[in-house]
């Protein structure tokens, strides 16, 4: 059992450039979230979905889109990236939607834009 | 606005000694869940422990325990017999019933001596 796999673990942006990072469950999870976490600070939640075909934006949506084709994968697309977006990325799933028993995290990419 | 404050950046403790993260939280609400989560040097998120503000019955997890205070708006975790595989980042998050949001505190790293 994989819980959630992220890819990739490290990646290397010029500013201007685009790129999706992968998420994808195998515990056949509904709710899926996206992080990012800045140095000394907790995680901020970027984008969420409650099912496939079903998104919403979090706290920092900005520069991000998202879309939920499979109720597996769950994909970030960042657009025209900005020195603003180096951060590590998180994606997390959980069996209930209120995350009352926890999220199963990713073990995140870490993004640098130069 | 819903926070979660983590007052201690760093913290160190001996190993097999015991040691106490502290956490507090504002909110107005009545019926949420509280979680202490680790993140070891590999990154990913683990679950540690979880309360339901509900109960008044405090948490426990083989070593690890926690101190809910509801009136005090407190949720320390309390490590015992610490072992060098429990230095990490520990994060406090806090999530309101019926919402898909954690809101995480900034973290406490948890250095374990030898």
């Known amino acids: 059992n994989a819980g959630v796999t992220q890819t990739p673990k490290f990646h290397i942006l010029k500013i201007g450039q685009s790129m999706t990072l992968q998420c994808t469950q195998d515990?056949?999870?509904?709710?899926m979230y996206w992080y990012r976490q800045d140095p000394g600070m907790g995680l901020k939640l970027i984008y969420y979905?409650?099912?496939?075909?079903?998104?919403d934006k979090g706290e920092v949506p900005n520069g991000y889109n998202v879309s939920r084709s499979t109720t597996e994968d769950f994909p970030l697309r960042l657009e025209l990236a900005a020195p603003s977006q180096t951060s590590v990325y998180f994606c997390?799933?959980?069996?209930?939607?209120?995350?009352?028993?926890?999220?199963?995290f990713g073990s995140g990419t870490r993004l640098t834009v130069v | 606005a819903q926070t979660v404050t983590q007052s201690q950046p760093e913290m160190s403790v001996q190993e097999a000694e015991t040691v106490t993260l502290s956490c507090t939280y504002d909110?107005?609400?009545?019926?949420?869940?509280l979680f202490w989560y680790k993140q070891p040097p590999s990154r990913q998120m683990i679950l540690v422990i979880r309360?339901?503000?509900?109960?008044?019955q405090n948490a426990t997890e083989n070593r690890f325990s926690v101190n809910f205070q509801k009136a005090a708006k407190s949720f320390s975790l309390k490590i015992s017999d610490s072992q060098l595989g429990d230095a990490a980042m520990y994060f406090c998050?806090?999530?309101?019933?019926?919402?898909?949001?954690?809101?995480f505190g900034t973290g406490t790293r948890l250095k374990v001596l030898a």
């Open positions: 997390a799933s959980s069996y209930d939607g209120q995350g009352n028993y926890g999220y199963t």
């Open positions: 515990m056949n999870h509904n709710y």
């Open positions: 979905s409650v099912g496939a075909g079903i998104t």
């Open positions: 909110t107005s609400e009545s019926d949420y869940y």
């Open positions: 309360q339901e503000a509900y109960k008044q």
């Open positions: 998050a806090y999530i309101p019933s019926g919402t898909y949001k954690y809101i």
